[in-house]
Structures are given as C-alpha cells and as structure tokens.
C-alpha cells in the first residue's frame, strides 16, 4: 500500500542501490541519504553470484558487496536499520528468494519495512507460490514488461502485478545508456490505463529521467549510474545526481509528450 | 492467454524446469518453443538433419562390443561410440538439429557457451557449415585450459570472446550469452549446449540428442536380441545421458547416471569440489529453470569443481533432476580418480582414449561392475584427444 500512495505523488524517482557495496555497513547511511537528496523510493538490490539481468557495473557491485559480506539475512538487518523514510523495495533474483523459502522471505521483508519485490527472473506464469506468500505478508509483488512484450501478455502482466509495473526501457541488460528509444516510447504508450509505470535500464541523466516522464511514465528508474558513483566513492555527485534527476523529473511533469 | 507457458509442451518435469528468465527473453524462448514444434512434425526438417547427420556428421555411430574390457569385468559391455561423431564428440547431433531450427527461424547468428570447448567446436562446425555469423563464450580460465579447442572454433570462422565475470568458467559463459541474448534475439540463435537451462532447451537439447538412444536400441536387439540390463552414462548438465536414456525410459532398464565426484563431497563458502548436483545439490533456480543446483544455503551459486571441463558445471538438466527423484535413474558418482583409472583402462584395453567426461561412465563401470548386470552399454560420448595434457598434469601432480 505505501507504493501505491507514493505514486500518487509522481513523478517519483526510485534508486537502486546493491546493499553491502561497498560495505553493509554503508548501506543504511546510503538509504538515508538518498532519500534526502530526492529519491522517492529505493530499491535495495541483494547480490546474486550470477545475475543474469544486470550489466557489468551492477555484476561488480555484487561481486563486492558478497565479498564484503553480504548476505540475506544481513541484507534485512540493513533494511530495518535503514529507517522508513522512504519505501524500500526489494530487487534480487528468485534463487535468493526461493532458498530463503518464499513465506520465510516475504515476512522478512515485511517485518524489515520493505514494501515490495522485484525479481526480475520470475515472470507471472511462474509467480503464484510467492505471490500467495507476498498476499499473506501484505507485500507487493512487482512483475516487469519489455518492448518485446506483446500486447496481450503486456495486459497480463499490468493486471497480476501490485504495487507499480516496472517497464524495461530496452531489450538487453542493466548498464547507463546515452539514449531514450522510441521503444521505450511506444511501450509506455501501450499500458493499459491506471496501472501506475516506472522505467529502468539504461536511465542515467536527468534528462533521459525528464524524456521518460514527459512520455508518459509515473516514474523513472536509476541504477547503474549512482552505483558507478558509489563505486567510485563519490557520494556528493550522487547526492547531487539524485537531486538534479529529482528536479528534471518535476519540471518534466505536466509538459507535453516528445513528438517523433 | 494467461497460461500460455504452462500450456506448451514440455515446460516441466514434475516441479522442475520452467522458465524462469527476465522478461525480455520470456518472448525469444516461447518463439523457439513454437518454431520447434512446428519443425517437429516437419517431415522436410527430419529429412534434411537425417541427411546432415548421416553424410556429414558420420552417423549411425557403432555399438561396439568391448571384448577386453567385457572379459575383465565378466561380463558383456558394448560402448556407444559417439566419440566418433565427426568434431569428437555427442555434441554436434544438437548443434545441428538447433543450427537447422535457427536457419528456418531466419536468425543470421549464432551464439553458444562452452566450458571444455567441445560445444563450441560443434558449434563453430554448424557455423561454417550452415553459414552462420558465430561467436562463442567462453570462461578467461577454460580459454587457458583448452587453448587447441579455443584454434579449432576460430578455424572454423568464430570467434571466441573471453569471459570475466563471475568464476569466468561454463556458468559464466552461459550467463554472458543470456545476457548478449536480451538483446540480439532478433536475428541471433541461443545455440545451448546441453539439456538444462529454460523452456525450451531441457526437451530440445534431449530430442536432438535422442538419436544416441534410437540407434543404441536398435544395434543392441540386433546384435544381442534384447534390451540391456543398464545404461551408464556421464551427466554435467546432461545432454548425452538424456540422449541415451530418453529411447529407454519405458523400458526395464536400469540407468546409471555418472556425475563428477571431483574431489569429494567437501565444500567452502564459494566452491563444491564436485560437480554432482544430482548428489550434493538442492533445489534452485539457475539459468531459467528449476531443478538440482550446488549453492550456499542463501542461494548463491558454488563454483563447481572436476578433472573434466565438461562436467563442471554446478547445475544438471531439470528432466534428469526429476528422473532422478522419481528413481528412474540412478544418480552415481565417479571421482577424478575413478576417471583417470577409466580413462587409462579403456586406451590400454580397447585401444579407445576417451573424453574424460565419458572416462566418468567408464570408471564408474569398472568399480561397480555388480550394478551393471550381465549386459550393459556405456555411453562414450566423446574422445579423450583433448585431455591429453591435462591427464599428463593430473599424473605428474
């Protein structure tokens, strides 16, 4: 339920961060400090030794943060710590939910202040087990759709997710790019109404943040490119990025669509 | 429209299998899924594979009767000997099937992962052969370990890209080539090299690879008027045991799978020093389906550990994980040792040096004789010519 309130406020801009990198420690600090500068919601990544959605920047941020210790049962010590100022979102592939077993892993999170999960590897077909567990725990369950998504699985997939739909701004893997497609476009334009959307992958600027928005998103999705500066130990220019997106994405609403 | 996965064929074995990938590539799996399907009822499709397999890929391969080794072990062994399929190994029986599926799906390139290099091999041959654009994945450490290999595909036109992520072994090369997928599906195949992985590669993968089973079948009611008392073959993810097995599921016949025993049932955080999943693993996800996988108890992924590249490998086909829990096959383990004594056994007494991953039936064979009954086949699935220096390594260490 506090996503959805949160998008009744859009545009809202969701940060995904890896927990545990550079050290578990860091992460709460991080959360907090990100929602500060602008973040309206957070996505708490757990790494996965073998991730087969994300790009290099967030495959080495994994590698560090298990390195570092990270764990699951860490990674919800971290998420009660990190406080509630804004919702937290679970993001992790379904082999870490699954080993943790699904009821076990979606009560954890509600009793750590996580509103919802992503697991980008688990499509709806094969959701339902853990589905029923996010029902009983009150926890969102978010399902992704793609510009090769059809349009008959994209009304599918809008009806069984909660919380939001995460669309993927292009095919491919997490990692910044330099342009927003005209796929990316033309499927925010194909969500069936009233089913709040954000967009990830390959959103790096505030101004790919502002195009996505103005094209008709609630929400727009970074990752890579503020895990690249908390890689590189550059926590004001990720303050200062968070911010800027923040803004571009509030001048941005209201505006009309691009034209192309 | 909701239940259009679970509604195709074949998705899963019991609780295990699926197809558990992001959602880009949940479209690009059910279109080979139904491209497949069509082309499995294709009489043109069959006789066009029939011709590559006969004249280009040296099929039927025998079913040699093993003299020597049946009179050590008193009792009557045949090998199937696809060592002999052209490129050394079972591997091409699947290229070639998945390289005709992927022509008539319009795709211009192919993509693969390989571990010892023998699916890149076959691969790079299917590549040449059919025309295709053809680059290959493969672990910095197993480019190391199998420079010859690594020559052979670039021969042949591909090109071989170094893997770094991860273990920078077979796991990786294959989540290296999910990821070139997300993004390539439009004109590029996802050729897979063993019967694991999502929906549709596990019934795939096991049909192309049937052949192995169809003829053994066959050849041994010819030359012996009945079925075998048991099959042993080797298991990584799979592809040659489903392969031999598959023709005889109904049958009253006990199949051995032979999975890595490496070093030993001993783990670390990070490392199994097996590759026995059928064993040692549990139940996860890994590579888009469910079934037995070597983890940590959060679910991360062990790298797995063996003499034999193509058995290391820490998950195994979902089929096999559900064969195996239904006890329609036999989960065994072969340790480096038991390989290595198979390895030698089978050069010095039949004149055959056989891949070390088939060296894994071979010694488990010779050290269980009791378990085969009076007549059995082992599956060689491939030739031991590219681990001459790593048996030389293993002796001299």
Redesign the interface.
């Known amino acids: 339920m506090r996503i959805l309130e949160a998008f009744s406020h859009s545009p809202l801009l969701i940060v995904y961060i890896c927990s545990g990198d550079p050290s578990p420690r860091a992460t709460p600090d991080l959360v907090r400090r990100l929602a500060r500068a602008g973040a309206d919601i957070i996505e708490l990544g757990l790494p ?6 994300d ?2 920047t967030i ?1 080495a941020a994994a ?1 560090r943060a ?1 390195a570092a210790g990270m ?3 860490v990674y919800f010590d971290v998420a009660s710590v990190a406080g509630d100022a804004v919702p937290l979102v679970f993001m992790g ?8 077993g699904l009821d076990r892993f979606a009560k954890d999170c509600a009793c750590s202040g996580i509103s919802g999960m992503i697991v ?4 709806p ?2 959701a339902a087990p853990l589905k029923d567990a996010c029902k009983r725990h009150g926890v969102d369950l978010i ?4 510009p ?3 349009q ?2 994209l ?3 809008s009806e069984e997710t909660s919380g939001f739909l995460y669309l ?1 701004a ?4 997490t990692g910044a790019r330099s342009d927003v497609l005209q796929d990316t476009r033309d499927l925010i334009a194909r969500v069936p109404e009233g089913v709040p959307k954000a967009v990830g992958f390959g959103i790096s600027t505030p101004e790919q943040a502002a195009d996505v928005i103005r094209a008709g998103a609630d929400a727009a999705i970074v990752g890579s490119a503020c895990v690249d500066l908390i890689a590189k130990g550059e926590i004001e220019r990720l303050e200062r990025l968070v911010k800027d997106m923040k803004e571009a994405i509030t001048r941005a609403k209201g505006k009309a669509p691009i034209v192309c | 429209m909701k239940c259009q996965i679970a509604n195709a064929a074949g998705v899963k074995f019991g609780r295990y299998g699926g197809l558990f990938v992001p959602e880009t590539l949940v479209q690009p799996l059910l279109e080979l899924a139904e491209a497949y399907e069509q082309m499995k009822n294709s009489d043109e499709f069959h006789r066009e594979l029939k011709n590559l397999l006969k004249n280009f890929a040296g099929r039927p391969t025998p079913l040699y009767y093993a003299r020597n080794l049946s009179r050590v072990l008193g009792r009557k062994i045949y090998l199937k000997r696809e060592d002999l399929v052209h490129g050394g190994a079972h591997k091409l029986n699947n290229t070639l099937g998945q390289g005709l599926v992927a022509k008539r799906m319009g795709k211009t390139r192919l993509i693969a992962e390989t571990g010892a290099g023998q699916h890149g091999v076959a691969t790079a041959i299917v590549g040449a052969n059919l025309g295709f654009e053809t680059q290959i994945y493969m672990g910095e450490v197993d480019i190391e370990r199998q420079k010859m290999n690594v020559y052979r595909m670039q021969l042949m036109g591909a090109e071989v890209i170094p893997v770094r992520s991860g273990s920078r072994t077979l796991k990786d090369a294959i989540n290296e080539a999910m990821r070139d997928w997300a993004s390539s599906f439009e004109h590029t195949h996802y050729l897979l090299g063993t019967a694991a992985g999502a929906h549709p590669f596990p019934s795939m993968v096991r049909d192309f690879q049937s052949v192995i089973g169809d003829e053994a079948r066959r050849q041994i009611l010819e030359a012996e008027g009945r079925l075998p008392e048991s099959i042993v073959a080797c298991v990584g993810g799979g592809s040659n045991a489903m392969g031999i097995f598959a023709p005889f599921l109904k049958d009253r016949v006990r199949l051995l799978a032979v999975e890595a025993g490496g070093r030993g049932p001993g783990k670390t955080d990070k490392i199994a020093d097996n590759g026995a999943s059928l064993g040692y693993g549990t139940d996860g996800v890994l590579h888009g389906a469910l079934t037995k996988i070597l983890q940590d108890p959060y679910g991360q992924i062990l790298e797995s550990y063996s003499v034999a590249a193509g058995l290391d490998y820490p998950g195994v086909g979902p089929e096999l994980a559900y064969l195996a829990e239904t006890g329609r096959v036999h989960p065994m383990m072969a340790d480096d040792k038991t390989a290595i004594r198979g390895f030698r056994a089978l050069s010095r007494l039949e004149g055959i040096i056989p891949a070390l991953e088939s060296a894994h039936a071979v010694g488990y064979a010779m050290s269980e004789p009791d378990a085969l009954g009076e007549l059995t086949i082992v599956n060689v699935s491939g030739r031991g010519d590219k681990d001459l220096a790593t048996v030389m390594e293993y002796e001299n260490s």
């Open positions: 996965h030794s073998d991730p087969i959605a790009g290099p495959q590698q298990i764990n699951t049962d592939y379904y082999n870490m939910v699954y080993a943790r980008p590897d688990l499509p077909e094969e399902f992704l759709a793609a090769n998504t059809p008959a699985r009304k599918m997939i993927v292009r095919t491919g893997v």
